[in-house]
């Protein structure tokens, strides 16, 4: 291994994230040959292979998530990002999580670079993984990365939200992408007592894992977990700038209240946020700070399906006299926001792993300590 693998593998296992029956695999692939010679790590920093090899090397071995491809691959575009390779813990963590062992088939939702996939057939033998990649392009890459590196794992080129039936029945199904809704396919496509991890949110809030298990009903049933975002699966997508699209002020009827209310904990806490997000799950927030002050900042509150927006204005000198609150549209984002986070309080401010999650072919529904607690 090179000093950089060494020093990851270490890592790992020192976070706890790797469990010791994956340590050999996380041994034996190396993560620098699934990736493109052009990278970016999350601060926008970009390092080529050709120009400084030091540089590459030590972003493609730090515990960061990588950025290998921008607007689904289009030139010219916005830049933004469309497909990466995860956090090295944050992969350890959900292949520890997902519990399996040789003699375990696996079908493998987003194959991404080939990291992934390579540890998954580093395990349990290529003949048990089937990894699904939408894009083409990156698909063919991966097969060529995997074959080169020794594996010949079996890439398919589709929607992997129909999961590939022709290679079903799974022990278990992992995501690779986030998801707003959990495709019945990859339940249909799991044996009874299998298994699904995968990344669940909404447009409000991104950065739990699903942790589901298929019932002899054929319906999937867990609890959440974990803390990552990670880029949605493309059908399922939220969309992007809506603030510029949607609020206007200048033109726009709003009506304008104060409130005492900081965003410190709607906003900022982890699990009162997820908890306002099952509430408002069409709701996306965004924060924007003032270029002058840090200490003055707006949160937005936008609604596409209604074009409804709320601005909330954080400013330090009038934290006795409440901070403005402007709402327009037919749904009044900021008091659904009051409200969600007052019935998040009124629940004992209940962490995000007592909610879980219930699939079946007719519907989605997500529930506060069994089954019996639907959140409205």
Known sequence: ??????????????????????????????????????ISGPDGVTADRSRDPGHWL?????????????????????????????????????????????????????????????????????AAVTSV??????AETARTRLREAGFGTFVVTGDGTLGCPSRAPFDRVICTAAVQRVPYPWIEQTRSGGRILTPWGNAFHNGVLADLTVGPDATARGRFGGDAAFMWVRAQRVPRRVVEAFVRP???????????????????????????GLRMPTVLNR???????????TVYLVDPETASWASWRIEPEHRETG????????????????????????????????FGLTVSAERQSVWLDDETGLVP
């Open 323 to 354: 901070h403005e609150v402007r709402q327009h549209g037919p749904r009044e984002l900021f008091t659904e926001l009051e409200a969600a986070y007052h019935w998040w309080r009124e629940r004992g401010r209940p962490v995000h792993a007592r």
């Open 58 to 126: 030590g972003l493609a071995y730090a515990d960061i998530p990588i950025v290998t491809q921008v607007d689904d691959g289009a030139e010219n575009g916005p830049g933004y990002p469309t497909s990466s390779a995860s956090q090295p813990t944050i992969v350890a963590d959900m292949l520890r999580r997902l519990d399996v062992f040789p003699g375990r088939r696996v079908l493998e939702i987003g194959t991404g670079t080939g990291y992934n996939a390579a540890l998954l057939s580093q395990l349990l033998g290529d």
């Open 133 to 138: 990649e939408i894009d083409a392009d990156l």
């Open 1 to 38: 291994m090179l000093p950089t693998h060494e020093e990851l593998v270490a890592r790992l296992e020192q976070a706890g994230v790797l469990a010791r029956h994956w340590r050999t695999a996380f041994e034996r692939v190396e993560r620098h040959r699934f990736l493109p010679d052009r």
């Open 287 to 297: 924060v924007e700070f003032s270029e002058d002050d840090g200490q003055r900042y």
């Open 250 to 276: 200048e033109e726009q009827a709003f009506e304008s209240t104060r409130t005492e209310l900081h965003p410190y904990e709607p906003i900022g806490d982890f699990d009162a946020s997820f908890a306002i």
